[in-house]
């Protein structure tokens, strides 16, 4: 089911995803609205799931993780799917998507240097082919849906 968005929603959107933290007020005084009409249009538009949540971004590499790369997997025969039920428990898998095409999965992973990387692969490699792609500096993160400037 797709749910309508009018264009208070798309600008309460927008300014969410900039900044999950902005009070209703705040919004409300940039778009023309109250910040109980803000609240009562983000609790419907959490209710029909179109705001699957709020997140806190992390520096990886303040963390400790200096090295992120994007790995495909494709996998041996009869290995995908022991693989789809195991990925979710590799710390270093930030984003996993399985895909069409000559490899079945995609992952973004952090790591802590190229130790990490090596050993992170000896793992991968049991269930199929890897290539990995180390991820120089980011272009583009996060990109608000809807990125109409306001």
């Given amino acids: 089911m797709k749910a309508k968005i009018d264009e208070l ?3 309460i959107l927008h300014f969410l995803q900039e900044n999950a933290r902005e009070s209703y007020a705040t919004i409300g005084r940039k778009i023309g609205l109250t910040a109980p009409a803000v609240a009562e249009r983000v609790k419907k538009m959490e209710d029909l799931g179109i705001i699957e949540g709020y997140n806190a ?11 992120k790369a994007i790995i495909t997997l494709r996998a041996f025969m ?8 195991v990925v979710p428990e590799f710390d270093e898998v930030v984003n996993c998507y399985r895909i069409t095409g000559n490899e079945n999965i995609v992952m973004e992973v952090v790591l802590k240097d190229q130790f ?10 049991q269930y199929g082919e890897t290539r990995t792609h180390i991820i120089l500096s980011n ?10 400037k306001f």
Avoid at 57 to 67: E, P, R
Avoid at 139 to 148: D, E, L, M, P, R
């Fill in 116 to 125: 990490h990387l090596e050993k992170f692969i000896d793992k991968l490699i």
């Fill in 9 to 11: 929603n798309w600008k």
């Fill in 57 to 67: 971004k992390v520096s990886h590499a303040l963390t400790g993780y200096q090295l």
């Fill in 78 to 85: 009869g290995k995908l799917k022991p693989f789809l039920v």
């Fill in 139 to 148: 272009v583009v993160t996060n990109a608000a849906v809807g990125k109409t």
